[in-house]
């Protein structure tokens, strides 16, 4: 048994860019100095938490997912660039 444990993979990531206003961007600072994290982290975790939350939105996950698991259906690429 290892005396030491491996650390976590890390995911795979991208960068985004994005506009904040000043107040947005410093309480986004403090809420990540206040959880000893990133300040990607915060944003990553808050949006897996709306996307969990919005059911409207899951839905259309969902019904996505079926569309695209039907034969034939090819998947898109696409560019995301957020203002």
């Known amino acids: 048994m290892p005396v030491l444990k491996a650390p976590p993979k890390q995911p795979k990531t991208t960068v985004v860019q994005l506009r904040l206003d000043e107040e947005a961007r410093s309480t986004l600072t403090k809420y990540a100095e206040y959880l000893d994290c990133s300040p990607s982290h915060v944003v990553t975790e808050a949006l897996k938490l709306v996307y969990r939350k919005d ?29």
């Open 55 to 83: 059911k409207e939105f899951q839905s259309l996950l969902s019904a996505q997912h079926t569309k695209s698991s039907e034969p034939g259906t090819k998947g898109a690429s696409f560019q995301l660039e957020l203002k």
